[in-house]
């Protein structure tokens, strides 16, 4: 955090002040709350519906939630859910036909309202995650119209984190857990026995307008530095490492190397990896048709590189063995994504290692990898 950049102070319980300052803007809030055992992102409407008190406890293919012993609002990390979920939805309908009564065929675009989300409590790795899917889907040949239509529209009110997870490694990839860009409102918590507030910047035209309404003092310099020390912890307590070091050659050198198939008898190709990525992007569409025969639909789908029937073409598919869809999912998001993107296409959020059901951990294959190509390390042919 920049103690120069004006930084402001909102008392706690002002939360609900912000909201009402997004809500009179015309806003939907996306923020996280407790459902089904997790911490989720979905739309909300109070404070009250934030996981005050709770925090998260993950470690591959583990995730839990346990009660803090005080009233933070933002004391975890990051849950199953991204902006992925409601920038780039796992279902749209695409267009639909319906048969006329004289015969005829009646076609008709999807044309739904497009929502404004203002997202409360993104993290830096998710607004890393954010700016890839821009990538990916705005600043290619093709514009994804969908998603295109909805990031116009949304606003991030991001959260640094003074906690981190067993599962994190944003240190390894640049990407946090400082928010330094990208985001336009930031807050920082700062909870204590004595008081509890946040640090408030403004990263945008379009936030600082909500944030004058709201008429806040500058923060003293002393609550801007309380705040740098909890990011400051946070980011000191992640473990977690990727060795990102000529990572691009190191798996392009590697395609034929045993550990492919040491992992393919632990993946269960469930796909979970691929859903829970806030940067994987893969959809299928499918026809859908009515009983009747009256009427038929286009539909998009999240998809992913798990599945077996991903790369279906003329008869068979390219990649049959589970060995070669985790080497295509890992090398595809550490290596090629370089060649695609300029970039990595991972942010470090550990999500792929916590919901992994058999706990396949993306930064220990790596290392595993890494290790491997030391002397002495036989290797397969696949
Ligand atoms: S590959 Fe895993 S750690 Fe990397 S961005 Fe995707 S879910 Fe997060
Ligand atoms: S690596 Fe884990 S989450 Fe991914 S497909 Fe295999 S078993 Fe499922």
Redesign the pocket.
């Known amino acids: 955090m920049d103690s120069k950049a004006g930084v402001l102070r909102l008392e706690a319980d002002r939360l609900s002040d912000l909201f009402g300052a997004l809500q009179e803007a015309g806003f939907e809030i996306v923020g996280p709350t407790v459902r089904d055992g997790a911490i989720l992102y979905d739309r909300i409407e109070k404070v009250s519906e934030l996981p005050r008190g709770w925090t998260d406890e993950q470690q591959p293919g583990h995730y839990r939630l346990k009660r803090r012993n005080d009233d933070a609002l933002f004391g975890f990390v990051v849950g199953p859910f991204s902006a992925k979920r409601f920038l780039h939805p796992p279902h749209e309908r695409l267009f639909s036909a319906t048969k006329t009564p004289d015969g005829g065929v009646q076609f008709e675009a999807t044309d739904s309202e497009t929502p404004r989300f203002a997202f409360l409590g993104l993290r830096a790795c998710e607004l890393s995650?954010v700016a890839i899917q821009d990538q990916v889907f705005l600043h290619q040949d093709y514009v994804d119209p969908i998603y295109a239509a909805r990031r116009n529209e949304a606003l991030f009110v991001a959260v640094e984190c003074t906690v981190s997870g067993a599962a994190c490694f944003c240190t390894s990839m640049n990407t946090g857990p400082e928010v330094t860009d990208g985001f336009d409102i930031a807050l920082t918590e700062v909870v204590s026995d004595e008081e509890h507030y946040f640090l408030v910047r403004t990263g945008s035209d379009r936030g600082r307008t909500i944030v004058d309404t709201l008429q806040l003092n500058a923060a003293e310099d002393s609550e801007t530095k309380a705040g740098q020390k909890r990011v400051a912890a946070a980011r000191e307590s992640i473990g977690r490492r990727l060795e990102t070091d000529g990572i691009k050659e190191l798996f392009y050198r590697n395609q034929e190397h045993s550990i492919w198939q040491d992992v393919a008898r632990r993946c269960l190709a469930c796909g979970n990896?691929t859903m829970?990525?806030?940067?994987?992007f893969c959809t299928t569409v499918e026809d859908v048709t009515d009983l009747g025969g009256a009427f038929a639909a286009r539909d998009r789908r999240w998809d992913s590189c798990f599945s077996l029937d991903f790369t279906y073409a003329n008869g068979g598919q390219a990649r049959s063995s589970g060995a070669s869809r985790y080497r295509q999912w890992i090398t595809h998001?550490l290596a090629s994504w370089h060649d695609q993107f300029d970039r990595s296409?991972?942010?470090?959020?550990?999500?792929?290692?916590t919901w992994c059901p058999v706990g396949i951990d993306?930064t220990e294959e790596s290392a595993k990898l890494r290790a491997g190509e030391a002397p002495g390390v036989t290797r397969n042919e696949q």
């Open positions: 995650a990896c829970v990525c806030p940067t994987c998001k296409g991972c942010v470090g959020c550990g999500r792929c290692i993306i």
